[in-house]
């Protein structure tokens, strides 16, 4: 995950209640098992399970 850091990724995510979801983010750091990001949808900071991401892919941003 650390080659993602700073760059623009879409996401296939599980969360905690099994419901999977697609997010546009901007990832910030990596630690552990966790990543922080910029999720464009929430308009907010969010820390994601790595052992929760399903997929991942760069994708193009305009800001």
Not at 12 to 38: E, H, N, P, T
Request: net charge positive; charged share 25%; hydrophobic share 45%.
């Amino acid at each position: 995950m650390n080659q993602y850091i700073g760059k623009f990724v879409q996401l296939i995510y599980i969360d905690r209640k099994r419901q999977v979801s697609i997010r546009d983010v901007k990832i910030i750091s990596v630690k552990g098992d966790q990543l922080k990001a910029y999720c464009f949808a929430a308009k907010a900071y969010r820390i994601f399970n790595i052992n929760n991401i399903v997929d991942v892919e760069l994708i193009k941003r305009v800001i």
